[in-house]
């Protein structure tokens, strides 16, 4: 194995391992945000408020040729990324940089040491947050065996480096380096120690997740699949339960890991009286707000989505009180996949088959509402993102979609589909469906109580849907009779069944004949075809 570093000596000088009070007084030195009222670091960064998918290249080699899955990879020669490499080690000639050694895994028998290097100091501090903090001894004979390099100022040029802009996120898998330039967004260092993890794992025989994780007081744990928006960190955050984590972990032959130390929350609209714990995270000192504006009198003012809707919270797990000191549980007993349906078909909660829950699973179904992005019109959009997180997953979706069905059947896991979208209509008619008619059905489903309800199967889809449950109006559980007009229900329902049927297409000859009948039933399969 040949791994690729980057020489602390080719920097001017260089910050390392610095605890979170120090990376606030150097970032705050520097100019580099302000602080809230809280103590929460507070940074603006630009016009990269998110991920830049577009500008994500992997290089192809004789390792990851046959490995990657080129569908989803925009590909990226060796000598374009020893050009850029070069180059990298040229810009940091003068500059002051800042390194963190971490842990990416909190199964000791799979973490991965990794080495993160940064221009910023908030960005040191955030993925301090992010990954999991060596004790003084592990760091004293820390080898780094990963390595990510983030130089937001520096500008990638296309015409030399083969990159689509000045952005790049350039990643060599072989040689265990990422190379990220062009953008101030913090998330774009996490998630390509995500995407090396989803890439490295499986051949370990490990399976990565996109998905929040919790678990009871007797030991049942749960994992919540979903998309950005659909309800992983919420829902997860359940004070009755201890919370392993809020976006990335493992499946191994142990149990279930979180790969992080910490959490990276939405705030937009986030409030006091609906999420305490992540409120109370995002308002303490060396928390890092990420495009939060605030007041004059520097308190955050979360309802302010004019920096943009993505805007974000970075703390320590230890910040959430029911959170795990070892991020770490046994099998799942429980995996909730998580839709926020726009279009007001899906059932607020539904059972799933391993058939169907691999189903679902590669197809990854959510749906953005009008006005969200740039170009969007007034109807909803179906969202298909396999694996609930198509940009991090490097290898073809039906490697992680196996590695799920076997894990599932070896353990006798629940899976379960939860809408947390709309209800009574579609977005612009219906209302968001509610959180505690979620709750409430979610803990009946993590208890045990809801296998024992009465349940029917869907028309459409084929799942099983319970009838009833105390404390939750009846009718949410049959999406159709919450609409006005039943017969627009049953169009926009056989449209949004044609989607699935659609999408999934491409994963046909991937899958055996169980699954492609796990989909919707044959009248949307008949007008598909």
């Not at 963190?100 to 040191?124: C, I, K």
């Not at 607020?348 to 197809?363: D, E, G, N």
């Amino acid at each position: 194995m040949t791994i690729l570093t980057f020489p602390l000596s080719a920097a001017k000088s260089i910050v390392a391992n610095k605890t979170e009070a120090e990376l606030v007084e150097f970032a705050v030195r520097r100019g580099e945000g302000e602080l809230s009222s809280s103590g929460a670091f507070a940074a603006v960064t630009g016009q990269h408020t998110g991920r830049s998918p577009n500008d994500k290249f992997v290089v192809a080699d004789s390792e990851t040729e046959n490995a990657i899955w080129w569908d989803n990879a925009a590909r990226f020669t060796p000598e374009q990324f020893d050009t850029l490499y070069e180059d990298f080690l040229a810009f940091a000639a003068d500059k002051e940089l800042f390194v963190q050694d971490l842990f990416a895994g909190a199964d000791e028998d799979f973490r991965l040491p990794t080495r993160v290097v940064t221009e910023y100091a908030w960005h040191s501090l955030f993925i301090r947050h992010m990954l999991r903090r060596p004790t003084r001894t592990e760091l004293e004979g820390f080898q780094p065996q990963f390595t990510v390099v983030n130089l937001p100022t520096f500008q990638a040029d296309p015409q030399k480096h083969g990159t689509r802009t000045e952005t790049v996120i350039a990643c060599d898998f072989t040689r265990r380096i990422v190379l990220i330039g062009g953008t101030s967004y913090a998330g774009e260092t996490k998630k390509s120690v995500f995407s090396f993890l989803n890439y490295l794992l499986p051949s370990l025989g490990v399976m990565p997740m996109h998905c929040s994780a919790n678990v009871g007081d007797n030991g049942d744990s749960a994992v919540f699949f979903g998309l950005s928006g659909t309800g992983k960190t919420t829902l997860s955050a359940e004070p009755s339960r201890t919370l392993l984590g809020d976006d990335e972990h493992g499946w191994s032959p142990n149990g279930i890991f979180n790969f992080e130390g910490g959490c990276y929350a939405k705030t937009i609209r986030l409030s006091k009286e609906a999420e305490p714990e992540i409120y109370a995270a995002s308002n303490r000192f060396n928390t890092v707000l990420e495009n939060v504006v605030l007041r004059a009198d520097r308190t955050p003012d979360f309802d302010d989505g004019s920096l943009t809707e993505n805007a974000r919270s970075a703390y320590p797990l230890e910040a959430i009180s029911n959170a795990s000191a070892t991020g770490t549980a046994g099998n799942p007993k429980n995996i909730v996949m998580l839709t926020a349906d726009a279009f007001g078909v899906m059932p607020p909660i539904a059972k799933l088959t391993p058939a169907q829950a691999m189903y679902h699973f590669l197809s990854g179904y959510t749906a953005k509402v009008a006005g969200t992005e740039k170009g969007m019109g007034n109807e909803p959009q179906a969202t298909f993102s396999t694996c609930f997180g198509a940009p991090f997953m490097p290898r073809h979706p039906s490697v992680y979609g196996n590695m799920l069905r076997e894990l599932i059947a070896k353990h006798g896991v629940n899976c379960w589909l939860v809408n947390t979208g709309w209800t009574g209509g579609k977005f612009g008619v219906g209302s968001r469906m509610p959180i505690k008619a979620t709750r409430a059905l979610l803990n009946a489903a993590l208890s045990g109580s809801l296998a024992d309800a009465e349940m029917r199967t869907d028309d459409l889809f084929g799942f099983q849907v319970p009838l009833s449950l105390e404390g939750v109006d009846a009718k949410i559980l049959t999406p159709r009779q919450t609409w006005a007009d039943a017969a627009e229900y049953d169009r926009t329902a056989q449209n949004l069944a044609n989607m699935f049927v659609s999408n999934f297409e491409k994963f046909a000859a991937h899958v055996d004949a169980e699954v492609i009948a796990a989909g919707p039933f044959s009248g949307a399969k008949q007008a598909a075809e």
